[in-house]
C-alpha cells in the first residue's frame, strides 16, 4: 500500500515558468515533510521540508504548500532553471522519538526545457 | 567529509549467487537506512539500524535479504539466491542523532541479476 503518492511520473516546464509538483498522503498520522532531489548516478539530496503545523515553507526559489484537511502537499519551483532537471520525491515521517523514518513516493521527474 | 560511501556502484550477477552491498555511513550519524529504489515502488525502506541495531526489517522482501551492522562505521545487505526481481538501485543513507530528518544518501549501488 504506497502511503506517498505521486501521480505524476514526469512534468516538463518552460524555463523560466512556474514547476509544481505534487504530492499526496493517506497516512493522517504523517507529521513531517520533505521533498528530495535527485540527479542520475547520485543519491537523493534533501531539498525542502514542512512541519504539519504550518502551510507554508519558502526557501528561495523554492516553496512547499502543505493542506492538511485535503493529505496534499507540493512544491512550487519559480522560476525554474535547467538546473532543476531531476527526479523529485516526496517524503513523510509519523513521530517517533528519535526513530524517525521516511516513507518515499515514487517520484516525479521535471524537465525543464530551455 | 566523504559523506555515504557505497560498494560497489554497480554488480552484475547471476541468478542464485550471493550479491553483498556494503556502505560506510558518515562518522557520528547513529542511524542508517536502506532503500531500494524502482520505478514501480519509488524509494522503499528495506531495514534501518539505530545505534547498530536494527529497528525496524519490516520492508525486507523476503528471507532471502539479510542486513547487518557489526558497527558504527559498516553496514551490510546481503542477497543470497538473488534473483532477476531483485534488480534495482539500493541506496544506503545516514541520519544524526536527534530526529532521522537529515538524511544523508550514498550514491547508490545498481544491481543487475540476469
Known amino acids: 500500500d504506497q502511503q506517498v503518492k505521486q501521480n505524476s511520473p514526469s512534468l516538463s516546464v518552460q524555463e523560466g515558468r512556474i514547476s509544481i509538483l505534487n504530492c499526496d498522503y493517506t497516512n493522517s498520522m504523517f507529521d513531517y515533510f520533505l521533498w528530495y532531489k535527485k540527479y542520475p548516478a547520485e543519491g537523493p539530496t534533501f531539498l525542502i521540508s514542512?512541519?504539519?503545523?504550518?502551510d507554508k515553507n519558502e526557501d528561495g526559489r523554492f516553496t512547499v504548500f502543505l493542506n492538511k484537511s485535503a493529505k496534499h502537499l507540493s512544491l512550487h519551483i519559480v522560476p525554474s532553471q535547467p538546473g532543476d532537471s531531476a527526479v523529485y520525491f516526496c517524503a513523510a515521517s509519523v513521530p517517533n522519538f528519535g526513530n524517525e523514518k521516511l516513507t518515499f513516493g515514487t517520484g516525479t521527474r521535471l524537465t525543464i526545457i530551455p | 567529509d566523504a559523506g555515504v560511501i557505497q560498494s560497489p556502484r554497480h554488480e552484475v550477477t547471476e541468478m542464485g549467487q550471493e550479491v553483498t552491498l556494503r556502505c560506510k555511513p558518515i562518522s557520528g550519524h547513529n542511524s542508517l537506512f536502506w532503500y531500494r529504489q524502482t520505478m514501480m515502488r519509488g524509494l522503499e525502506l528495506l531495514i534501518y539500524?539505530?545505534?547498530?541495531?536494527?529497528?525496524?526489517d519490516s520492508g525486507m522482501p523476503e528471507d532471502r535479504f539479510s542486513a547487518k551492522m557489526p558497527n558504527a562505521s559498516f553496514s551490510t545487505l546481503k542477497i543470497q539466491p538473488s534473483e532477476p526481481r531483485d534488480s534495482a538501485v539500493y541506496f544506503c543513507?545516514?541520519?544524526?542523532?536527534?530526529?532521522?530528518?537529515?538524511?544523508?544518501f550514498g550514491s547508490g549501488t545498481r544491481l543487475t541479476v540476469v
Open positions: 543513507a545516514s541520519s544524526p542523532p536527534g530526529g532521522n530528518y537529515g538524511y544523508t
Open positions: 514542512i512541519s504539519s503545523i504550518k
Open positions: 539500524f539505530n545505534n547498530n541495531v536494527p529497528i525496524d
